[in-house]
């Protein structure tokens, strides 16, 4: 009966029935402003758009019904503690990582991790150990942390002091995250798991395990990729001793606005509240409509829809919620289906890569939808069934950049220049530059530019993918060696 209560929103929907004059902020005085935003989104909205008055508690030091909010989410998702995150989840991982490690300790994890955790490690100053992901060229993407060279990573640093995981990756793929937790525990490595598209794995037994089922220590979850509040909010999970409470309230309180959005904690407060209750439920008729979405995808010739048996024959889970839709055999890349799907159909997918195009179901996917989306694929299948053309396969070498030194040392401490793309050759990062989304980077500060990274970034530019980088001219940025080996001799 506890978690069918709201405490934060139902507070603040409280605080919208008194008639006080307001003095405080923010501007427009609970909706008092009259412009084209309040015409469109309407008063609510903004009699909701509050900053922490009397009886609404604060999100830094939260006593009242942000707390009692917070425990019941950490209830609901298996944990110890929660916290609301109105940064994303971006600021979670980032809160984990320095909560985690200090500035040239070790912290062992996948390469094909968000820019978030790159953030993380320039802002800790800790030295990433990568584990290479098992690496799909007939999909082009790349896929969990095997086990064993997870074991192996563990074995060969034994100084490391935590484990990150994502669980699952942007696509839904999820490694054996038990096993890797218990086995990083046995040597008290903290285990920090990136869930941010697995935030509704806690309620149903036929999506992979959960971080906190798993015993991990932390994990941040994007609640609004997944059920429902509202686009930046996320929460932050936390259990067992190896981190404590005041650890995580002193760096959140360190990298959080002061002015945290109740819409966003509302938002939270709410989705929280319908996934218990109803999220068994729901995710049994979407896990149900995927798989019927599937099979319908697999009687269009020339396009394939992924069916999750494909990855656990590599002995790796999926979230059964996404659809991964192989389009390349239509002569076509996933950013042109991408772009004709919407442009054509209004079919709007989460992101394309070289092969494939994924498409997100959540609890609030119809049939419909399902429809539309099949419908669609017809149509683009029929356009471009006779075509010839051979889309080339990624991640040909199975290879990342190699890495010279830490991302926050090259990021922050390092001398810079900036040169053509076409130069950068064998030049070391002081960047990270990705596309986006899923904002992967392809090459981080610190690693090394090889040719490979130059020719992928050449055709996602070709492609018209949105590329994410400190530069806006064509140049990126770069040590600048001649003056940073310089520096080094010197001291």
């Not at 009259?34 to 604060?58: C, H, I, S, W």
């Not at 926050?408 to 401490?413: I, K, L, S």
């Not at 530059?433 to 904002?439: D, E, L, N, S, V």
Request: net charge negative.
């Amino acid at each position: 009966m506890k978690q069918n209560k709201t405490p934060f929103f139902t507070k603040l929907k409280e605080y919208t029935t008194f008639k006080a004059a307001h003095f405080d902020v923010p501007g427009h005085k609970m909706g008092k402003i009259n412009d084209e935003f309040k015409e469109y989104v309407g008063q609510n909205t903004l009699m909701l758009d509050v900053n922490a008055p009397r009886g609404l508690d604060t999100l830094n030091h939260p006593v009242g019904v942000i707390k009692e909010a917070q425990e019941l989410l950490a209830e609901a998702f298996f944990a110890e503690h929660a916290y609301f995150l109105t940064n994303g989840t971006s600021q979670g991982i980032m809160t984990m990582i320095m909560a985690a490690v200090r500035a040239k300790e070790k912290i062992i994890m996948p390469r094909n991790v968000h820019k978030s955790i790159i953030n993380g490690l320039i802002l800790s100053g800790a030295i990433p150990i990568f584990v290479k992901p098992v690496m799909d060229a007939d999909l082009g993407i790349a896929n969990g942390m095997p086990l064993e060279s997870v074991k192996q990573a563990i074995l060969e640093n034994p100084d490391a002091k935590a484990v990150f995981v994502i669980n699952p990756t942007y696509f839904g793929v999820a490694s054996d995250l038990k096993t890797i937790v218990d086995f990083a525990h046995s040597y008290d490595m903290v285990v920090l798991v990136d869930e941010a598209h697995g935030s509704h794995f806690a309620f149903n037994d036929q999506l992979p395990i959960s971080a906190m089922q798993a015993k991990a220590d932390m994990a941040a979850c994007s609640t609004h990729k997944t059920i429902g509040s509202l686009t930046q909010s996320s929460v932050l999970l936390l259990q067992g001793k190896r981190i404590t409470p005041a650890r995580i309230r002193t760096i959140l309180n360190i990298i959080s606005t002061t002015s945290p959005s109740s819409l966003l904690m509302g938002s939270i407060d709410v989705a929280r509240k319908n996934i218990y209750n109803h999220g068994k439920k729901e995710l049994d008729r979407i896990i149900a409509l995927t798989a019927d979405t599937r099979e319908r995808i697999n009687k269009i010739s020339g396009i394939k829809a992924i069916l999750p048996t494909y990855f656990k024959e590599s002995k790796f889970e999926y979230d059964l919620t996404k659809i991964i839709i192989k389009v390349s055999d239509l002569g076509i890349s996933g950013f042109e289906a991408y772009k004709e799907l919407f442009d054509e159909s209004r079919i709007q997918v989460e992101l394309a890569e070289t092969h494939l195009i994924l498409a997100l179901f959540s609890i609030a996917s119809s049939q419909q939808d399902a429809d539309q989306l099949v419908e669609a694929l017809e149509k683009l299948a029929e356009n471009h069934r006779k075509n010839k053309n051979i889309v080339k396969k990624i991640f040909i070498n199975n290879t990342f950049p190699e890495v010279y030194t830490r991302p926050r040392e090259a990021a922050v401490h390092a001398p810079i220049k900036y040169v053509l793309l076409e130069e950068a050759i064998d030049e070391i990062a002081a960047e990270s530059i990705m596309i986006y989304p899923p904002g992967i980077p392809i090459v981080i500060p610190g690693e090394i530019m090889c040719k490979s990274v130059i020719d992928d970034l050449k055709f996602y530019i070709e492609q018209g993918s949105t590329i994410l980088s400190d530069t806006e001219d064509g140049t990126v940025k770069v040590v600048d060696k001649e003056i940073w080996f310089k520096w080094r001799e010197e001291q």
